[in-house]
């Protein structure tokens, strides 16, 4: 493996270090990650109803059993997934 920077190298401590300065901007008091952005991407993704099969695509997973995880965290949550018209503002009915 090479050391050599080349001009599309990015330092994951410098993400990290930008992260944790947005964080604290925003007044988040947790420990904001890396990880935290991608498990909260995956969330949303089935808050809004994305298919499993496509969420483990999003997300890399070789296996369906590591995606399961988040549909689970997600029932124990006791978040219903909204249906696309659900998401529309038709005004007052």
Known sequence: MSKKVRRNHIDPT????????A?????????????TLRHSFAMHLLESGCPI???QELMGHRSIDTTMKYVKVFESMDMKIAR??????????
């Open 14 to 21: 410098g993400i990290q270090k930008t992260l944790k300065k």
């Open 23 to 35: 964080s604290i901007k925003a007044g988040i008091n947790k420990n904001v990650t890396c990880q």
């Open 53 to 55: 099969r496509k969420l």
């Open 84 to 93: 696309p018209l659900d998401l529309l503002d038709l005004g007052d009915e």
